[in-house]
């Protein structure tokens, strides 16, 4: 049924997926350094202002964090930030409960809460929120809420100290708890060179802490980890959890089945690994034919495995069917790996396979790319993308589909210290079709989003929207009409 319903909305949808390279429309940044600045690079797209135009702040390595202003029409300028270098990712959320967006600095070095005063103005603020920034090399965070208030993961990669590094000296991650008038921090050991992370419910319906991890420096007892904050443990064999060894580089995580159980998206060199989230709350590797292990170029005469680290599910035609974009490139000069390695923008078809898009859609650029987003950055209701390179000027594409489906973007608000209502569990139904979100902050490589939950519709011409909030609290909202941004509160 699931696979008829797409193929009619495919079908009245009719868009060939394309984008207009408005890479000219930022201010010049690129993301440096040396071989601390191999990982990372990731950019946090968020509305700083509340003008319902989201803005960019993309990490800078060796080169000084970029806040960019959404002028609107894509027009993107410079503005003040307190100068941080050796930045690898940026991810915004509020953490302090005061409705401004605040961003986490993640750095070689002392990481930085960044507080935000609603007009895009950020000042450091450790010290004011007890927080303990540490001095690791940090690439990978994720952040969920509590009743106490807001927990913090923070994933570290090579113990830059071990004088037997860097390989097997992978430094441990770190959890930081509210306690009511400032951070409480504790390891979460071992660590395993952690690339991304995120707090979501698994596919049993529990909320976990999923920990990618770099293979590459584990090398012989490291793998995939899933840690339950309840339990305080990692889960193992016992548990159901299977032991996965990859190259881990990011996290993407929705539903693509239809089932409202979220399936999970791991990028690495060589394939990348979709998980199913089956009826038993387990995964299961995704068949080879569904067309997502993108495990080499697909444009170019190169041969050699992919590198993949990105990853994102979006509906970029809003035919009511995720898509999924990876960003790709070399570490540096791996030779085992391709060097000219295009971004991957994979279609989801009627029948739920996926298809590779980006050469038509104008985005299978080569440079080594890292961080990326998918977000209606000019409010048109069609996802527009940017794409963090490594030592290469960012990347800035319109989503210009002539003929795409209907669409909502639904912004979440509640009471308390959670007040983006992280957490929350948002089920859609339209024109026969039920589709479901999480909200989370985290996963992806090194950057993340907060604005609203974008659901593509098709043709239907309204919705009916269930969300579960965060304190289990059920609300319905009946007959919303699409096309439109809409801000629920519970």
């Known amino acids: 049924m699931r696979a008829l319903l797409l193929c009619l909305l495919a079908q009245s949808a009719g868009a060939e997926v394309l984008f207009e390279d408005l890479s000219s429309n930022l201010p010049p940044h690129q993301y440096t350094g040396g071989w601390e600045h191999f990982v990372g690079g990731g950019v946090a797209v968020f509305d700083c202002n509340a003008d319902a135009l989201p803005d960019l702040l993309a990490a800078g390595g060796e080169n000084p964090a970029t806040l960019m202003i959404n002028q609107g029409a894509m027009q993107f300028a410079a503005a003040p930030l307190p100068t941080f270098r050796g930045t690898t990712?940026?991810?915004?959320?509020?953490?302090?409960?005061?409705?401004?967006?605040?961003?986490?600095?993640?750095?070689?070095?002392?990481?930085?809460?960044?507080?935000?005063?609603?007009?895009?103005?950020?000042?450091?603020?450790?010290?004011?929120?007890?927080?303990?920034?540490?001095?690791?090399?940090?690439?990978?965070?994720?952040?969920?809420?509590?009743?106490?208030?807001?927990?913090?993961?923070?994933?570290?990669?090579?113990?830059?100290?071990?004088?037997?590094?860097?390989?097997?000296?992978?430094?441990?991650?770190?959890?930081?708890?509210?306690?009511?008038?400032?951070?409480?921090?504790?390891?979460?050991?071992?660590?395993?060179?952690?690339?991304?992370?995120?707090?979501?419910?698994?596919?049993?319906?529990?909320?976990?802490?999923?920990?990618?991890?770099?293979?590459?420096?584990?090398?012989?007892?490291?793998?995939?980890?899933?840690?339950?904050?309840?339990?305080?443990?990692?889960?193992?064999?016992?548990?159901?959890?299977e032991t996965v060894r990859l190259w881990g580089m990011g996290i993407a995580s929705r539903d693509i089945t239809g089932d409202g159980r979220s399936e999970v998206m791991l990028t690495s060199m060589g394939d990348q690994l979709m998980q199913i989230a089956g009826e038993d709350g387990l995964y299961s590797r995704a068949p080879f034919g569904l067309g997502t292990y993108a495990q080499r170029p697909h444009v170019g005469d190169d041969g050699r495995p992919s590198t993949g680290w990105h990853a994102e599910f979006a509906d970029v035609n809003n035919d009511a069917a995720p898509d999924l974009f990876i960003a790709k490139g070399n570490v540096d000069q791996m030779p085992g790996l391709a060097m000219e390695d295009p971004n991957t923008l994979l279609i989801q078809q009627p029948d739920g396979t996926?298809?590779?898009?980006?050469?038509?859609?104008g985005v299978a650029t080569v440079a080594r790319s890292r961080g990326a987003a998918l977000a209606d950055l000019d409010g048109d209701g069609r996802l527009d993308l940017v794409v963090m390179n490594r030592r290469a000027p960012m990347e800035l594409y319109r989503n210009v589909t002539e003929g795409t489906g209907?669409?909502?973007?639904?912004?979440l608000r509640m009471e308390g210290a959670n007040t983006r209502a992280v957490g929350a569990l948002v089920e859609l139904t339209a024109g026969g079709l039920t589709q479901v979100q999480e909200l989370t902050v985290g996963g992806g490589h090194a950057g993340g989003q907060a604005g609203p939950l974008h659901f593509g519709l098709g043709t239907a011409t309204s919705a009916d929207v269930t969300i579960t909030w965060p304190d289990g609290q059920i609300t319905q909202h009946r007959d919303l009409a699409v096309n439109q941004r809409q801000t629920l509160h519970p």
């Open 89 to 241: 990712g940026a991810y915004p959320l509020d953490v302090d409960g005061d409705g401004h967006l605040d961003v986490m600095l993640l750095r070689v070095g002392e990481n930085q809460l960044l507080r935000g005063d609603g007009a895009c103005g950020f000042t450091p603020a450790n010290e004011t929120l007890g927080f303990d920034g540490g001095g690791a090399w940090s690439t990978a965070f994720s952040a969920t809420w509590e009743a106490s208030g807001p927990v913090l993961a923070i994933g570290n990669y090579v113990d830059r100290d071990d004088p037997e590094g860097p390989f097997e000296a992978c430094d441990d991650n770190s959890l930081h708890r509210w306690q009511g008038d400032g951070f409480a921090a504790s390891a979460l050991s071992p660590g395993h060179c952690a690339l991304s992370m995120l707090f979501a419910r698994d596919a049993s319906g529990t909320k976990r802490l999923r920990i990618s991890n770099d293979r590459h420096y584990y090398v012989r007892d490291g793998s995939e980890q899933m840690y339950d904050l309840a339990m305080g443990r990692f889960l193992g064999p016992d548990d159901g959890w």
């Open 354 to 361: 996926f298809a590779e898009n980006s050469v038509e859609a």
């Open 406 to 411: 209907h669409w909502l973007a639904l912004e």
